[in-house]
């Protein structure tokens, strides 16, 4: 039995190192066969011929690190973006709150005293001024006066040939002659027919036709004789005659020149103009008139009889005395003002027809005035208005009644109050009630003089 046990003991010892010699031969060829693999792998991975699921993968901790990574640093941009949006976004509301209102700059009206006099500003005319005209057609015979002539009224000026005229009064005159002479023969008739009807010698009817024919005579003489003076006036007015005492301030005629009883054909010293002319003016300059507006609220204090004072550019640091004789007793309503005239001595001859003079007028009393800027004023249909700025910078357009205009700035009476702020420059757009904004002013620096 033992004999028997030590057998299979031993051939169970052979069949098991035959087994682990088989192992270990099979394991040695897998291991030859898996070092030339991972040879192989190595080769293609350095020439870049492996399979990227060959590749060793990153733990799946790595992963999640690396999205929550990204995912933050996508919030961040997100949110950085976001909020540079949001200030850019103010900055432009912010930018356009402060430029949407139209800018406008500010000023102060100033609060002075008036003087007592206001200074008004007029055009000098002459007191009588006409035109003269030829009332018949003709060639200039002769002229006698120029520019700057003093004439007398009836003072002879030109005097016209006029050929045609003076043949048609002579056959006036003949007419007239051939009327008289029928007038003198119907008479005779009529006369013989009132004899001879007293006697039954004529019938009643012959009578009154013998009559009727007397009176047709006589109206034709008169006509006649009214043709003939009226062609005698036409005649007269060969002869060009001053109508009043006064100078010779344009004259438009020649020697030998076509009139016409629509005037003058050229204009002497400037060749044929297209358009007649009168052929003299002649003005009347012992009186001059001045014609001024005046203000509505000094209306009251153009009386007449009222003293004026004139001064004119020409002669500085002298002044002319003139007197307010009478004015239009009414006030224009589109500006305002009332017409008024001065009248001027001026038999020296030194104030011309035509100058530009300022007219001094005292006023009763003195009243406050506000100036204000003329660029400030905004001319409308219904008259004068100022733009002001409320608190709030909202525009008011008020109403406001001027004084007097000194060129740049200009008197405001009533409409406005001192202190009051106002548009110094308003653009035509300007409407009541729109906002604005304000531009602040740099006070002006005063400048050094050199010496």
Known sequence: MSDSRREDDTKRSVNSGHGERTMSSREQEMSGTSKGEAAVLKHETANG??????????????????????????????IAGIVKRK????ELDK????????????????????????????NMQAFTLAPIYARTTGYVKAWYHDIGTYVH?????????????????????????????????????AGRYQDLIGRNAVSQQDTDNAATQMASSNTQVASAAANVRRLEELQSFERIEAPFDGVITAR????????????????????????????????????????INVPQVYAPDAKNGTTATLTLPQYPGRSFTGKLVRSSSAVDPT????????DVDNRSGELLPG??????????????????????????????????????HHIHLVRVTPGRDYGTTVEVLSGLQAGQAIVGNPPDSITDGEEVRIIPTTPAQPQETKR
Do not use: C, W
């Open 95 to 122: 930018y356009t709150d402060g430029t949407a209102p139209p800018p406008v700059s500010l000023t102060q009206p100033v609060m002075q005293q008036t003087a007592r006099e206001i200074v008004l500003p007029g």
């Open 153 to 189: 009224k009836g003072e002879l000026l030109a005097i016209i040939e006029t050929p045609e005229l003076d043949q048609q009064l002579a056959s006036a005159k003949a007419d007239l002659a051939t009327a008289q002479s029928n007038a003198g023969l119907a008479k005779l008739t």
């Open 252 to 291: 438009n005629l020649d020697i030998g020149q076509l009139i016409s009883a629509t005037g003058s054909t050229t204009t002497a010293g400037a060749g044929t103009v297209s358009g007649n002319r009168q052929i003299f003016d002649i003005s009347a300059i012992r009186t001059l008139r001045v014609f």
């Open 355 to 392: 100058s530009y003079t300022e007219v001094h007028l005292k006023v009763a009393a003195t009243a406050p005035a506000l100036i204000v800027p003329v660029s400030a004023l905004i001319l409308e249909a219904d008259g004068l208005r100022i733009a002001t700025v409320d608190t709030n």
């Open 335 to 342: 500006t305002r003002t009332l017409l008024a005239e001065v």
């Open 87 to 90: 200030h850019s976004s103010a």
């Open 49 to 78: 011929l492996g399979d990227t699921h060959d590749r060793p993968q990153a733990s799946r901790g790595s992963v999640l690190t690396i999205v929550v990574i990204v995912l933050l640093v996508a919030v961040v941009i997100a």
